[in-house]
Structure formats: structure tokens, C-alpha cells
């Protein structure tokens, strides 16, 4: 992998400089697939589109907020805070502020709350500690559910893997078996084998 330079963004609300990292190259050596759809790929790493100002608790799109370090007035705050990825609470929040603008915004924040919550999964802890993070998630998974397109690949995998968190088996099969597509036969076995007996969480694809 090979870096590329930061990218900044003024925040809307306080003037204040948030960087993003960038890369010119990379690689998908040593990625992790899930069964969510999230790739953690350690050479190829993913930046967020969303994130919050940590001097005035402002959540705004980085798209749109573009800045030029020539620009800035006060140079030596560039690097001040780093836009990082927001958590499921705060994703939340982004969407009953109304910051999904568009099918395509609410598909982001929407996605990113599943992998934000999986992420306790994926780091060994109890994925609903408590009542806060299962309400989310319930009311997450149902308007996601209305929003994906089947006859896009990528949301279709995304609906089978929600049925399958419900327990819907039957549904998630029945969306799973018309895929033949070659390239995703691997991916369509994995789920296979966890639809047949019926296993609920996330698991990772082994290709």
C-alpha cells in the first residue's frame, strides 16, 4: 500500500479542520470478508464518508466540505482531528436528524449501523449489551430491509444476511438459490451452509 496524502474538510457548523487519509495503491492481501458485506482489507483500507466534528459534536458529510491546505488561515490545525468512522448510536442520531439526504445516504448509514454493531462481534464481545443496541438494530434492520434492491447483487446478499439474523431461513434461501453467477458461487455456498443450519450470526466467508 502506498499512502497518499491527507484530504481535508472544514467542518459547516464551527470552522474547524478535520484530515481523512488517502491512498495512491493497495492491495486486497490479507482482507477478511463477512458475512455483512464488510472487507477489512489491512492495504486497501476504507475511509468514512460521514463523520463528526469533535469541537462541536457536528455530524456532516465530508463530500461537499472539501478544503485546500493553502487555504487555511491557521495551518497548523490540519491535522487537529482526524474524521474517523461514527459509532451506531451517532449513525443513528445522523438519520433522525435527516442527514440522508437521498436513497444512497440512508443505504450508507443504514449499512454502516449493521457493521458498527457487528463490530463487537468481530472484536469478540456480546453484540447487544444491553436494550439500546438491540432497539437499534430491530428498527435498523426493518427500514433497511424496505430500502435494498434485490436485483442488486450486493443488496441482495445484504437482504439474505438479514433474514438469516431473523431467523428467516425460508426467506433468506429463497433469495440465496437463484444467484449462479461464477464469481459468487463461493460466497453462495458459505451462506448455504449457515441458512441449512440455521446459524443467525455473522460469520466470515472463507473463500
Given at each position: 500500500?502506498?499512502?497518499?496524502?491527507?484530504?481535508?474538510?472544514?467542518?459547516?457548523s464551527c470552522d474547524?479542520i478535520?484530515?481523512r487519509?488517502?491512498?495512491m495503491?493497495g492491495?486486497t492481501f490479507g482482507?477478511?470478508?463477512?458475512?455483512?458485506?464488510?472487507t477489512?482489507?489491512?492495504m486497501?483500507?476504507?475511509?468514512?464518508q460521514?463523520?463528526e466534528?469533535?469541537?462541536?459534536?457536528e455530524?456532516?458529510?465530508?463530500?461537499?466540505?472539501?478544503v485546500d491546505?493553502?487555504?487555511?488561515v491557521?495551518?497548523?490545525?490540519?491535522?487537529?482531528?482526524?474524521?474517523?468512522?461514527l459509532n451506531?448510536f451517532?449513525?443513528?442520531?445522523?438519520i433522525?436528524r435527516?442527514l440522508?439526504?437521498?436513497?444512497?445516504?440512508e443505504?450508507?448509514?443504514?449499512?454502516?449501523?449493521v457493521?458498527?454493531i457487528?463490530?463487537?462481534?468481530?472484536?469478540?464481545?456480546?453484540?447487544f449489551?444491553?436494550?439500546n443496541?438491540?432497539?437499534i438494530?430491530d428498527e435498523?434492520?426493518?427500514?433497511?430491509i424496505?430500502?435494498?434492491?434485490?436485483?442488486?447483487?450486493?443488496?441482495?446478499f445484504?437482504?439474505?444476511e438479514m433474514?438469516?439474523?431473523?431467523?428467516?431461513f425460508?426467506?433468506?434461501y429463497?433469495?440465496?438459490m437463484?444467484?449462479?453467477t461464477r464469481k459468487y458461487?463461493g460466497i453462495?455456498?458459505?451462506?448455504?451452509?449457515?441458512?441449512?443450519?440455521?446459524n443467525q450470526?455473522?460469520?466470515?466467508i472463507i473463500?
Amino acid at each position: 500500500m502506498i499512502p497518499g496524502p491527507p484530504e481535508l474538510f472544514k467542518c459547516p457548523s464551527c470552522d474547524e479542520i478535520l484530515s481523512r487519509g488517502s491512498i495512491m495503491s493497495g492491495n486486497t492481501f490479507g482482507s477478511r470478508l463477512f458475512s455483512d458485506g464488510k472487507t477489512i482489507s489491512p492495504m486497501l483500507p476504507d475511509f468514512p464518508q460521514i463523520s463528526e466534528c469533535l469541537g462541536c459534536d457536528e455530524i456532516f458529510w465530508l463530500e461537499g466540505n472539501e478544503v485546500d491546505e493553502a487555504d487555511l488561515v491557521y495551518p497548523d490545525k490540519i491535522y487537529v482531528q482526524r474524521a474517523k468512522f461514527l459509532n451506531a448510536f451517532k449513525l443513528n442520531a445522523a438519520i433522525h436528524r435527516g442527514l440522508a439526504k437521498n436513497l444512497a445516504q440512508e443505504i450508507y448509514i443504514r449499512r454502516h449501523i449493521v457493521w458498527a454493531i457487528n463490530d463487537r462481534v468481530r472484536s469478540n464481545e456480546k453484540i447487544f449489551p444491553d436494550d439500546n443496541f438491540k432497539n437499534i438494530w430491530d428498527e435498523n434492520q426493518s427500514f433497511l430491509i424496505d430500502l435494498l434492491n434485490e436485483n442488486n447483487i450486493n443488496h441482495r446478499f445484504l437482504l439474505i444476511e438479514m433474514y438469516r439474523n431473523r431467523g428467516d431461513f425460508y426467506k433468506a434461501y429463497n433469495l440465496l438459490m437463484p444467484i449462479y453467477t461464477r464469481k459468487y458461487m463461493g460466497i453462495k455456498e458459505a451462506f448455504k451452509f449457515h441458512i441449512e443450519n440455521k446459524n443467525q450470526k455473522l460469520f466470515e466467508i472463507i473463500i
